[in-house]
Protein backbone atom coordinates (compact mmCIF):
# COMPACT_ATOMS: atom_id res chain seq x y z
CA UNK A 1 0.00 0.00 0.00
CA UNK A 2 1.44 3.60 -0.72
CA UNK A 3 0.03 7.24 0.22
CA UNK A 4 0.59 10.10 -1.62
CA UNK A 5 1.02 12.70 0.76
CA UNK A 6 1.27 16.92 0.79
CA UNK A 7 1.10 17.47 -2.91
CA UNK A 8 -1.90 19.99 -3.82
CA UNK A 9 -3.94 17.61 -5.95
CA UNK A 10 -5.98 18.55 -8.94
CA UNK A 11 -8.44 15.34 -9.40
CA UNK A 12 -9.79 15.70 -12.89
CA UNK A 13 -13.35 16.23 -12.24
CA UNK A 14 -13.33 20.06 -12.68
CA UNK A 15 -13.13 20.24 -8.67
CA UNK A 16 -10.86 22.95 -7.36
CA UNK A 17 -7.33 21.82 -5.59
CA UNK A 18 -7.16 20.17 -3.21
CA UNK A 19 -4.15 21.67 -1.12
CA UNK A 20 -1.84 19.13 1.72
CA UNK A 21 -3.73 16.09 0.02
CA UNK A 22 -3.58 12.39 1.05
CA UNK A 23 -4.00 9.48 -1.98
CA UNK A 24 -4.18 5.97 -0.81
CA UNK A 25 -3.35 3.26 -3.86
CA UNK A 26 -3.79 -0.28 -2.58
CA UNK A 27 -2.48 -2.36 -5.25
CA UNK A 28 -3.42 -1.15 -8.69
CA UNK A 29 -6.33 0.94 -7.41
CA UNK A 30 -7.10 3.97 -5.37
CA UNK A 31 -8.68 3.44 -2.49
CA UNK A 32 -9.38 6.78 -1.01
CA UNK A 33 -7.80 10.52 -2.15
CA UNK A 34 -8.98 13.95 -0.59
CA UNK A 35 -7.51 15.93 2.31
CA UNK A 36 -4.88 14.78 4.08
CA UNK A 37 -6.83 14.57 7.19
CA UNK A 38 -9.90 13.03 5.76
CA UNK A 39 -8.21 10.30 3.38
CA UNK A 40 -6.78 7.95 6.44
CA UNK A 41 -4.05 4.90 5.92
CA UNK A 42 -2.97 2.09 7.78
CA UNK A 43 0.39 2.07 9.71
CA UNK A 44 2.12 -0.31 7.60
CA UNK A 45 1.61 1.96 4.29
CA UNK A 46 4.66 3.03 2.61
CA UNK A 47 4.31 7.03 2.85
CA UNK A 48 5.63 8.97 -0.20
CA UNK A 49 6.21 13.08 0.44
CA UNK A 50 5.04 15.14 -2.45
CA UNK A 51 4.99 18.08 -0.57
CA UNK A 52 5.29 20.92 -3.09
CA UNK A 53 4.63 18.84 -5.90
CA UNK A 54 1.02 18.70 -7.90
CA UNK A 55 -0.85 15.77 -7.91
CA UNK A 56 -2.88 15.23 -11.12
CA UNK A 57 -4.73 11.90 -13.25
CA UNK A 58 -2.57 10.40 -15.72
CA UNK A 59 -2.83 12.13 -18.96
CA UNK A 60 -4.81 11.08 -21.83
CA UNK A 61 -4.92 11.72 -25.87
CA UNK A 62 -7.83 10.55 -27.04
CA UNK A 63 -6.21 11.04 -30.68
CA UNK A 64 -2.72 9.99 -31.87
CA UNK A 65 -1.24 8.47 -34.19
CA UNK A 66 1.60 6.05 -32.54
CA UNK A 67 2.71 5.04 -35.46
CA UNK A 68 3.16 7.65 -37.72
CA UNK A 69 6.76 9.18 -38.05
CA UNK A 70 6.02 11.27 -41.04
CA UNK A 71 3.44 12.70 -43.60
CA UNK A 72 5.40 11.43 -46.76
CA UNK A 73 4.20 8.57 -49.14
CA UNK A 74 7.91 6.83 -48.23
CA UNK A 75 7.23 6.94 -44.69
CA UNK A 76 3.31 6.40 -44.96
CA UNK A 77 4.00 3.15 -47.03
CA UNK A 78 6.80 2.17 -44.96
CA UNK A 79 9.11 2.30 -48.12
CA UNK A 80 12.24 4.37 -46.26
CA UNK A 81 13.16 1.69 -43.54
CA UNK A 82 12.77 -2.20 -43.10
CA UNK A 83 9.60 -2.60 -41.01
CA UNK A 84 11.13 -3.63 -37.51
CA UNK A 85 13.20 -0.45 -37.82
CA UNK A 86 9.72 1.69 -37.87
CA UNK A 87 8.56 -0.68 -35.10
CA UNK A 88 11.13 0.16 -32.57
CA UNK A 89 10.78 3.61 -33.41
CA UNK A 90 7.22 3.22 -32.60
CA UNK A 91 8.30 1.61 -29.31
CA UNK A 92 10.67 4.42 -28.32
CA UNK A 93 7.66 7.09 -29.26
CA UNK A 94 5.25 5.11 -26.30
CA UNK A 95 7.80 5.05 -23.85
CA UNK A 96 8.66 8.76 -23.86
CA UNK A 97 5.01 9.65 -24.40
CA UNK A 98 4.36 7.89 -20.96
CA UNK A 99 7.42 8.97 -19.86
CA UNK A 100 5.53 12.62 -20.45
CA UNK A 101 2.76 11.38 -17.92
CA UNK A 102 0.58 10.65 -20.73
CA UNK A 103 -0.68 7.14 -19.04
CA UNK A 104 -3.61 6.14 -21.58
CA UNK A 105 -3.61 7.12 -25.46
CA UNK A 106 -6.30 6.27 -27.74
CA UNK A 107 -4.79 5.28 -31.22
CA UNK A 108 -6.89 7.30 -34.20
CA UNK A 109 -5.06 4.81 -36.59
CA UNK A 110 -1.82 3.21 -37.63
CA UNK A 111 -1.40 1.30 -34.88
CA UNK A 112 -1.33 -2.60 -34.42
CA UNK A 113 -2.59 -4.49 -31.50
CA UNK A 114 0.61 -5.88 -31.24
CA UNK A 115 1.68 -2.96 -29.28
CA UNK A 116 -0.98 -3.03 -26.98
CA UNK A 117 0.41 -6.59 -26.03
CA UNK A 118 3.36 -6.02 -25.78
CA UNK A 119 2.67 -3.44 -23.14
CA UNK A 120 0.24 -5.73 -21.42
CA UNK A 121 2.89 -8.49 -21.13
CA UNK A 122 5.68 -6.08 -20.01
CA UNK A 123 7.94 -6.56 -23.11
CA UNK A 124 7.33 -2.76 -23.74
CA UNK A 125 6.93 0.21 -21.82
CA UNK A 126 4.17 2.52 -22.58
CA UNK A 127 0.72 3.72 -22.02
CA UNK A 128 -2.36 2.05 -21.94
CA UNK A 129 -3.90 2.20 -25.33
CA UNK A 130 -7.58 2.63 -27.10
CA UNK A 131 -7.21 1.42 -30.33
CA UNK A 132 -8.55 2.79 -33.64
CA UNK A 133 -6.59 0.38 -35.69
CA UNK A 134 -6.93 2.03 -39.20
CA UNK A 135 -9.63 4.87 -40.53
CA UNK A 136 -12.33 3.35 -42.35
CA UNK A 137 -13.79 5.34 -45.61
CA UNK A 138 -15.09 4.89 -48.91
CA UNK A 139 -13.12 5.09 -52.17
CA UNK A 140 -11.19 8.29 -52.06
CA UNK A 141 -11.57 9.12 -48.84
CA UNK A 142 -8.93 9.36 -46.04
CA UNK A 143 -8.67 5.76 -45.12
CA UNK A 144 -7.77 4.84 -49.26
CA UNK A 145 -3.98 5.27 -49.20
CA UNK A 146 -4.00 6.27 -52.67
CA UNK A 147 -0.74 8.11 -53.79
CA UNK A 148 -1.20 11.36 -55.67
CA UNK A 149 -0.45 9.36 -59.14
CA UNK A 150 -3.43 7.47 -58.18
CA UNK A 151 -1.40 4.09 -57.44
CA UNK A 152 -2.32 2.19 -54.44
CA UNK A 153 0.71 0.78 -52.77
CA UNK A 154 2.63 -2.88 -53.63
CA UNK A 155 3.43 -4.10 -50.11
CA UNK A 156 1.24 -7.22 -49.41
CA UNK A 157 -1.32 -5.89 -46.90
CA UNK A 158 -0.31 -6.66 -42.91
CA UNK A 159 -3.29 -8.87 -41.42
CA UNK A 160 -2.69 -6.86 -38.64
CA UNK A 161 -4.28 -3.92 -40.23
CA UNK A 162 -6.64 -4.74 -42.58
CA UNK A 163 -8.13 -3.04 -45.26
CA UNK A 164 -10.39 -0.21 -44.18
CA UNK A 165 -12.05 0.91 -47.95
CA UNK A 166 -15.11 -0.02 -47.86
CA UNK A 167 -18.32 0.74 -50.35
CA UNK A 168 -21.68 -0.11 -49.34
CA UNK A 169 -23.77 -1.11 -46.11
CA UNK A 170 -22.27 -4.49 -46.56
CA UNK A 171 -18.57 -3.51 -46.61
CA UNK A 172 -19.09 -1.34 -44.25
CA UNK A 173 -20.37 -3.70 -41.45
CA UNK A 174 -17.48 -5.80 -42.81
CA UNK A 175 -14.76 -3.78 -42.35
CA UNK A 176 -16.06 -2.62 -38.73
CA UNK A 177 -16.08 -6.58 -38.06
CA UNK A 178 -12.76 -6.70 -39.29
CA UNK A 179 -11.70 -3.85 -37.10
CA UNK A 180 -12.76 -5.19 -33.97
CA UNK A 181 -11.20 -8.92 -35.32
CA UNK A 182 -7.80 -7.34 -35.32
CA UNK A 183 -8.17 -5.72 -31.62
CA UNK A 184 -10.27 -2.21 -32.33
CA UNK A 185 -11.09 -0.79 -29.47
CA UNK A 186 -12.90 1.87 -31.01
CA UNK A 187 -14.06 2.61 -34.48
CA UNK A 188 -12.46 5.22 -36.66
CA UNK A 189 -13.88 6.44 -39.60
CA UNK A 190 -13.75 9.74 -41.67
CA UNK A 191 -16.90 11.55 -43.41
CA UNK A 192 -15.10 14.13 -44.72
CA UNK A 193 -11.43 15.28 -46.30
CA UNK A 194 -8.75 17.05 -43.86
CA UNK A 195 -6.05 19.23 -44.25
CA UNK A 196 -3.38 16.97 -45.61
CA UNK A 197 -6.26 14.92 -47.63
CA UNK A 198 -5.47 14.84 -51.43
CA UNK A 199 -6.40 17.63 -53.40
CA UNK A 200 -10.03 17.53 -54.80
CA UNK A 201 -10.95 15.87 -51.15
CA UNK A 202 -10.73 18.84 -48.45
CA UNK A 203 -12.14 19.64 -45.27
CA UNK A 204 -15.44 20.49 -46.66
CA UNK A 205 -15.51 17.36 -48.80
CA UNK A 206 -18.00 14.91 -47.93
CA UNK A 207 -17.48 10.51 -47.80
CA UNK A 208 -19.96 8.21 -47.11
CA UNK A 209 -23.49 8.06 -48.06
CA UNK A 210 -26.23 8.26 -44.63
CA UNK A 211 -27.29 4.97 -44.95
CA UNK A 212 -23.49 3.47 -44.88
CA UNK A 213 -22.44 5.83 -41.83
CA UNK A 214 -25.93 4.46 -39.91
CA UNK A 215 -24.88 0.86 -40.45
CA UNK A 216 -20.99 1.87 -39.46
CA UNK A 217 -22.27 3.09 -36.08
CA UNK A 218 -24.93 0.66 -35.58
CA UNK A 219 -22.39 -2.06 -35.90
CA UNK A 220 -19.72 -0.30 -33.72
CA UNK A 221 -22.38 -0.05 -31.03
CA UNK A 222 -23.69 -3.80 -31.71
CA UNK A 223 -19.88 -4.88 -30.99
CA UNK A 224 -19.63 -2.53 -27.90
CA UNK A 225 -17.07 0.17 -29.71
CA UNK A 226 -17.50 4.17 -29.66
CA UNK A 227 -17.30 5.64 -33.50
CA UNK A 228 -14.64 8.27 -33.27
CA UNK A 229 -15.65 10.07 -36.57
CA UNK A 230 -13.15 12.66 -38.44
CA UNK A 231 -15.14 15.42 -39.50
CA UNK A 232 -14.37 18.84 -40.80
CA UNK A 233 -17.00 20.71 -41.89
CA UNK A 234 -19.75 20.40 -44.64
CA UNK A 235 -22.30 17.93 -45.08
CA UNK A 236 -19.82 15.52 -44.02
CA UNK A 237 -19.83 16.77 -40.50
CA UNK A 238 -23.45 17.10 -40.54
CA UNK A 239 -23.41 13.63 -41.38
CA UNK A 240 -21.30 12.55 -38.63
CA UNK A 241 -23.33 14.35 -35.85
CA UNK A 242 -26.38 12.93 -37.22
CA UNK A 243 -25.25 9.39 -37.69
CA UNK A 244 -24.68 9.61 -33.83
CA UNK A 245 -20.38 9.24 -33.90
CA UNK A 246 -19.93 9.17 -30.42
CA UNK A 247 -16.72 11.94 -30.76
CA UNK A 248 -16.25 14.41 -33.51
CA UNK A 249 -12.57 14.48 -34.28
CA UNK A 250 -11.78 17.77 -35.36
CA UNK A 251 -14.72 19.31 -36.25
CA UNK A 252 -12.87 22.60 -37.23
CA UNK A 253 -15.96 24.17 -39.32
CA UNK A 254 -18.45 23.38 -36.50
CA UNK A 255 -18.91 27.09 -36.08
CA UNK A 256 -20.98 27.58 -38.95
CA UNK A 257 -23.45 25.22 -38.23
CA UNK A 258 -24.83 26.14 -34.82
CA UNK A 259 -27.48 23.78 -34.70
CA UNK A 260 -24.89 20.81 -34.94
CA UNK A 261 -23.54 22.45 -32.00
CA UNK A 262 -26.83 22.09 -30.19
CA UNK A 263 -27.54 18.97 -31.21
CA UNK A 264 -23.91 17.45 -29.93
CA UNK A 265 -25.07 19.13 -26.43
CA UNK A 266 -27.94 17.35 -25.97
CA UNK A 267 -26.78 14.22 -27.54
CA UNK A 268 -23.52 13.71 -25.55
CA UNK A 269 -21.23 13.72 -28.53
CA UNK A 270 -17.70 14.38 -28.03
CA UNK A 271 -15.40 16.96 -29.74
CA UNK A 272 -12.33 16.46 -29.73
CA UNK A 273 -10.44 19.42 -31.83
CA UNK A 274 -6.62 18.70 -32.10
CA UNK A 275 -5.85 22.01 -33.00
CA UNK A 276 -2.41 21.24 -32.56
CA UNK A 277 -2.19 18.93 -35.60
CA UNK A 278 -3.15 22.63 -37.63
CA UNK A 279 -0.42 24.75 -36.25
CA UNK A 280 1.88 22.00 -37.90
CA UNK A 281 0.47 21.68 -40.64
CA UNK A 282 0.42 25.87 -41.52
CA UNK A 283 4.13 25.26 -42.18
CA UNK A 284 3.40 22.06 -44.43
CA UNK A 285 5.66 21.58 -47.67
CA UNK A 286 2.37 21.15 -49.38
CA UNK A 287 1.15 24.43 -50.95
CA UNK A 288 -2.78 23.06 -50.83
CA UNK A 289 -2.51 21.44 -47.41
CA UNK A 290 -0.45 24.60 -46.10
CA UNK A 291 -3.87 26.72 -47.17
CA UNK A 292 -6.45 24.41 -45.71
CA UNK A 293 -4.24 24.74 -42.36
CA UNK A 294 -4.38 28.55 -42.68
CA UNK A 295 -7.77 28.66 -43.78
CA UNK A 296 -9.03 26.66 -41.29
CA UNK A 297 -7.71 27.69 -38.06
CA UNK A 298 -9.48 30.90 -36.39
CA UNK A 299 -13.08 28.69 -37.09
CA UNK A 300 -11.75 25.97 -35.83
CA UNK A 301 -10.85 28.29 -32.81
CA UNK A 302 -14.26 29.92 -33.01
CA UNK A 303 -16.08 26.49 -33.26
CA UNK A 304 -14.11 25.30 -29.78
CA UNK A 305 -15.67 28.44 -28.23
CA UNK A 306 -19.13 27.87 -29.35
CA UNK A 307 -19.09 24.41 -28.18
CA UNK A 308 -17.95 25.52 -25.12
CA UNK A 309 -20.38 27.34 -24.81
CA UNK A 310 -22.96 25.38 -25.46
CA UNK A 311 -21.69 22.81 -22.87
CA UNK A 312 -20.48 20.39 -25.16
CA UNK A 313 -18.13 17.86 -24.07
CA UNK A 314 -14.37 18.62 -25.22
CA UNK A 315 -11.31 16.01 -24.99
CA UNK A 316 -8.07 16.72 -26.03
CA UNK A 317 -6.62 15.09 -28.65
CA UNK A 318 -3.11 15.83 -30.68
CA UNK A 319 -3.35 13.98 -33.71
CA UNK A 320 0.28 13.46 -32.90
CA UNK A 321 2.39 11.44 -35.43
CA UNK A 322 5.16 12.91 -37.67
CA UNK A 323 4.70 15.64 -34.97
CA UNK A 324 4.00 16.36 -31.91
CA UNK A 325 5.77 13.24 -29.69
CA UNK A 326 5.99 13.17 -27.20
CA UNK A 327 5.48 16.54 -26.06
CA UNK A 328 1.70 16.18 -26.69
CA UNK A 329 0.60 18.57 -23.67
CA UNK A 330 1.30 21.38 -25.84
CA UNK A 331 -2.78 20.49 -27.11
CA UNK A 332 -3.52 20.93 -23.64
CA UNK A 333 -1.40 25.08 -23.97
CA UNK A 334 -3.69 24.87 -27.16
CA UNK A 335 -6.82 24.81 -25.90
CA UNK A 336 -5.87 27.45 -23.27
CA UNK A 337 -5.34 29.65 -26.24
CA UNK A 338 -8.71 28.73 -27.42
CA UNK A 339 -10.21 29.96 -24.30
CA UNK A 340 -10.33 27.46 -21.53
CA UNK A 341 -9.19 27.95 -18.24
CA UNK A 342 -6.24 26.08 -17.38
CA UNK A 343 -8.27 24.23 -15.28
CA UNK A 344 -10.87 22.99 -18.13
CA UNK A 345 -8.16 22.15 -20.24
CA UNK A 346 -6.85 20.02 -17.81
CA UNK A 347 -9.81 18.30 -17.36
CA UNK A 348 -10.47 17.54 -21.10
CA UNK A 349 -7.15 15.74 -20.72
CA UNK A 350 -8.28 13.75 -17.76
CA UNK A 351 -11.48 13.02 -16.28
CA UNK A 352 -13.55 13.90 -19.89
CA UNK A 353 -11.25 12.50 -21.79
CA UNK A 354 -11.64 8.76 -19.85
CA UNK A 355 -15.37 9.47 -20.45
CA UNK A 356 -15.09 10.08 -24.22
CA UNK A 357 -13.06 6.58 -24.58
CA UNK A 358 -15.79 5.32 -22.67
CA UNK A 359 -13.16 4.56 -19.35
CA UNK A 360 -14.22 6.83 -16.79
CA UNK A 361 -15.24 4.16 -14.28
CA UNK A 362 -11.33 3.12 -14.56
CA UNK A 363 -9.74 6.12 -15.26
CA UNK A 364 -9.58 10.03 -15.55
CA UNK A 365 -9.91 11.07 -11.96
CA UNK A 366 -8.55 10.37 -8.61
CA UNK A 367 -11.29 8.97 -6.90
CA UNK A 368 -11.75 5.85 -5.10
CA UNK A 369 -12.07 2.65 -7.16
CA UNK A 370 -9.91 4.28 -9.86
CA UNK A 371 -6.80 2.58 -11.56
CA UNK A 372 -3.57 4.72 -9.80
CA UNK A 373 -2.84 6.65 -12.67
CA UNK A 374 -1.20 9.60 -11.42
CA UNK A 375 1.52 12.12 -12.50
CA UNK A 376 3.40 14.49 -9.78
CA UNK A 377 4.56 17.36 -11.04
CA UNK A 378 6.64 20.66 -9.95
CA UNK A 379 4.76 23.98 -10.16
CA UNK A 380 1.29 24.64 -10.53
CA UNK A 381 -0.24 23.87 -14.12
CA UNK A 382 -3.14 25.97 -13.67
CA UNK A 383 -0.41 29.41 -13.59
CA UNK A 384 1.40 27.57 -16.53
CA UNK A 385 -0.17 24.92 -18.74
CA UNK A 386 3.14 24.91 -20.60
CA UNK A 387 4.93 23.44 -17.85
CA UNK A 388 3.65 20.03 -18.55
CA UNK A 389 5.62 20.36 -21.81
CA UNK A 390 8.77 20.26 -20.08
CA UNK A 391 10.15 17.00 -18.84
CA UNK A 392 12.32 18.00 -15.86
CA UNK A 393 9.06 19.08 -14.60
CA UNK A 394 7.17 15.55 -14.81
CA UNK A 395 8.75 14.62 -11.52
CA UNK A 396 6.47 11.03 -11.22
CA UNK A 397 4.31 9.08 -12.78
CA UNK A 398 2.24 5.82 -11.73
CA UNK A 399 0.57 3.19 -14.25
CA UNK A 400 -1.77 1.54 -12.20
CA UNK A 401 -0.21 1.90 -8.96
CA UNK A 402 3.25 0.61 -10.30
CA UNK A 403 5.89 3.84 -10.12
CA UNK A 404 7.25 4.01 -13.57
CA UNK A 405 9.04 7.42 -13.76
CA UNK A 406 11.11 8.94 -10.58
CA UNK A 407 12.45 12.41 -11.65
CA UNK A 408 12.76 13.35 -8.42
CA UNK A 409 16.72 12.97 -7.86
CA UNK A 410 19.13 14.07 -10.90
CA UNK A 411 20.64 10.89 -12.24
CA UNK A 412 24.47 10.60 -12.02
CA UNK A 413 25.15 9.67 -15.27
CA UNK A 414 28.34 6.92 -15.64
CA UNK A 415 31.35 8.01 -18.13
CA UNK A 416 33.34 5.39 -19.50
CA UNK A 417 36.96 6.62 -19.80
ZN1 LIG B 1 -5.89 11.68 -36.93
Given at each position: ?????????????G???????????????????????????????????????????????????????????????????PA????????????????????????????????K?????G???????S?????????????D???P????????????L????AN???????V??A???A???A???????????????????????R????????E?H??????????L????????V????????????????P????????????????L?????????A???????????????????Q???????????????????????AR?????V?????????L???T????E??G?????????????????????????????????????????G?????????????????
Amino acid sequence: MQVLVGATLIDGTGARPVPDSAVVIDGERIINAGARGSAPWPAHAEVIDLSGLTLLPGLIDTHDHLASHGYALTKRWGLDEPASTTHLRTGGVLEATLAMGYTTVRDAGGLDAGFKLAIEEGLASGPRLSLGVKIISPTGGIGDGISPSGHSCWIPPDPALPDSVANGIDQVRAVVRAMVRAGADAIKCATTGGASSRRGHGPRDAAFTRDEMRVLVDEAHALGRKVMCHALGGPGLRLAVEAGADSIEHGCYLSEEPELIAMMAERGTFLTPTLLVYVYHRDSAAPHVRRRARELYARHLESVQMALAAGVKISAGTDAGGHGHPVNARELECLVEAGMSPLQALRAGTGLAAECLGWERELGTVEEGRLADLVAVDGDPLRDIALLQRAERIKLVWKGGRMCVDRRVAREVAVEA
